[in-house]
């Protein structure tokens, strides 16, 4: 029974069965290499993200975003009242994710350095940006900061890809990438 003491009291002198020690080596090896792989695919995959991180109250992060959208929007998104915004090239984006869509819709040029700020007012929300599979998770009170150059043009769709309520799936952005 296990409640009482095993019978060999030093059971731990005993040897290590050889395939035991075949099993802890493998494992060893294998978390040594993925251990590895993540510094590894950071610069030669290019598969993490070089982001920056702040603090920023939501209302503040919002009055950035109103001010751009204010300044640089050029027109609207068909009839749904939604801006499209063109940030000056090498300069700051922002956009913002609430309940339920990532506002305004920003429109960049291809080449061309950007900051992008990333902020939720409400929630946490997931900035996915499709189809090129850039993930990041957004939270309120903190402030992502991407810097990112579009390498090819065209439309990109923000997904929000962190369950955020009922309207979670409706949750949809935009990004333009433009040649000059
Ligand atoms: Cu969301």
Same mark, same amino acid.
């Not at 294998?30 to 920056?52: A, D, K, R, T």
């Not at 027109?75 to 305004?104: C, F, H, K, N, S």
């Not at 350095?113 to 939720?120: A, E, K």
């Given at each position: 029974?296990?409640?009482?003491?095993?019978? &060999?009291? $030093?059971?731990?002198? +005993?040897?290590? #069965?050889? @395939? #035991?020690?075949?099993?802890?080596?493998? @494992? $060893?090896?294998?978390?040594?290499?993925?251990?590895?792989?993540?510094?590894?695919?950071?610069?030669?995959?290019?598969? %993490?993200?070089?982001? +920056?991180? /702040?603090?920023?109250?939501? #209302?503040?992060?919002? &009055?950035?975003?109103?001010?751009?959208?204010?300044? /640089?929007?050029?027109?609207? #998104?068909?009839?749904? !009242?939604?801006?499209?915004?063109?940030?000056?090239?090498?300069?700051? @984006? /922002?956009? =913002?994710?609430?309940?339920? &869509?990532?506002?305004?819709?920003? *429109?960049? &040029?291809?080449?061309?350095? /950007?900051?992008?700020? $990333?902020?939720?007012?409400?929630?946490?929300?997931?900035?996915? $940006?499709?189809?090129?599979?850039?993930?990041?998770?957004?939270?309120? %009170?903190? +402030?992502?900061? =991407?810097?990112?150059?579009?390498?090819?043009? !065209? *439309?990109? !769709?923000?997904?929000?890809?962190?369950?955020?309520?009922?309207?979670?799936?409706?949750?949809? !952005?935009?990004?333009?990438?433009? +040649?000059?």
């Amino acid at each position: 029974m296990a409640i009482t003491p095993p019978s &060999e009291r $030093l059971w731990w002198k +005993e040897p290590v #069965e050889r @395939a #035991e020690v075949v099993w802890i080596v493998l @494992a $060893l090896v294998w978390s040594l290499i993925m251990f590895f792989m993540m510094p590894y695919w950071h610069v030669v995959g290019e598969q %993490n993200l070089s982001n +920056e991180a /702040y603090r920023i109250k939501p #209302e503040k992060f919002a &009055e950035r975003v109103e001010a751009m959208a204010a300044q /640089y929007t050029v027109r609207q #998104e068909g009839t749904t !009242g939604i801006p499209v915004v063109r940030p000056p090239a090498g300069g700051d @984006a /922002y956009m =913002l994710g609430r309940l339920w &869509e990532w506002w305004p819709i920003l *429109e960049l &040029e291809k080449g061309k350095q /950007y900051r992008l700020h $990333l902020s939720s007012m409400d929630y946490q929300h997931g900035f996915s $940006l499709q189809p090129e599979n850039i993930n990041i998770s957004i939270h309120p %009170n903190y +402030e992502m900061v =991407l810097t990112i150059t579009p390498t090819s043009s !065209g *439309e990109f !769709g923000v997904v929000c890809n962190e369950f955020c309520g009922i309207g979670h799936h409706q949750m949809l !952005g935009k990004i333009y990438v433009v +040649e000059k």
